[in-house]
């Protein structure tokens, strides 16, 4: 067991599958308590065993990130079971690329789906997670944002880049209203990651359209992003708030 994350406990929204599964064995590998939030129940006691399997301990806590109420009452059970929270990693997310997709295209019923997940969750977490940073002295806030955020693309999902990028405007304004709390915000912006969001886009010429358009040549590994969570999670990150960190394999420098 590693030593990054003593004695922090940690609130993981959509850990039950890909980064955010990866991120709670990875952080309770390094030390943390981790409560395991997400609307698939199978999913989440799964993650849980991952952990306890690597040593750890977790909570799986059922709900939809997008409602106030499940939100508020999944804080409350972490916070019942393992006494305060220091992490806030808002991971969850969905790509609907059937549903969300140009502006032209898309229905009203979609974009506030997907808003609501990708980012109304943010500002659920962070009114009832905040408060308990707080009397934790202060912490870590964690935004799941995308390469989408940062460039246009011409197959488009237009609410779900939308959402992304307004993650990195609210990270802001909480980095400078929290900061006096100790408590940081900050944003990662993954490229392509194999997770089981992308794995229904992934045919073998979509891979090898991505693969020739990474300047490392391949997607990431969810661990390749969870090592950039643990990093904001931990106190070795203590001098940044406000930014954002991009880990994309060098596509937006191209
Ligand atoms: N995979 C990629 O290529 C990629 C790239 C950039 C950004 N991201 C972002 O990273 C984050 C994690 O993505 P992933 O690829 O690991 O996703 P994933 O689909 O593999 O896992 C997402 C998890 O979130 C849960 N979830 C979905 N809706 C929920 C809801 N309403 N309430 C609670 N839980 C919910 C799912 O059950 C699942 O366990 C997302 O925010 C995504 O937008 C992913």
Request: neutral net charge.
């Amino acid at each position: 067991m590693g030593e990054r994350l003593r004695g922090k406990v940690a609130f993981i929204t959509g850990a039950g599958m890909g980064m955010g599964r990866e991120a709670a064995v990875l952080f309770a590998e390094q030390g943390a308590r981790v409560v395991v939030a997400d609307i698939d129940a199978a999913a989440a006691t799964q993650t849980v065993v991952l952990v306890e399997q690597a040593g750890g301990q977790a909570l799986a806590t059922v709900g939809d990130v997008a409602l106030e109420a499940d939100v508020r009452r999944m804080i409350e059970e972490g916070v019942r079971r393992f006494g305060r929270l220091d992490v806030l990693h808002n991971n969850a997310g969905v790509l609907w690329k059937d549903r969300d997709r140009s502006v032209l295209e898309t229905d009203e019923k979609w974009w506030d789906r997907v808003m609501a997940i990708n980012l109304k969750s943010v500002f659920w977490v962070t009114k009832y997670g905040i408060p308990e940073l707080r009397k934790a002295g202060g912490g870590s806030v964690i935004l799941m944002g995308s390469v989408s955020a940062l460039a246009g693309f011409t197959r488009a999902q237009d609410a779900y880049t939308a959402a992304k990028g307004a993650l990195i405007s609210l990270a802001k304004s909480l980095a400078i209203q929290f900061a006096r709390d100790r408590i940081r915000c900050n944003v990662i912006h993954p490229g392509i990651v194999d997770t089981p969001l992308q794995a229904p886009y992934l045919t073998d010429a979509i891979r090898k359209e991505f693969e020739t358009g990474i300047p490392l040549g391949r997607i990431a590994q969810p661990r390749e992003i969870a090592y950039v969570a643990l990093f904001l999670a931990s106190d070795e990150s203590s001098f940044m708030t406000g930014t954002e960190l991009v880990v994309d394999g060098g596509f937006t420098a191209g």
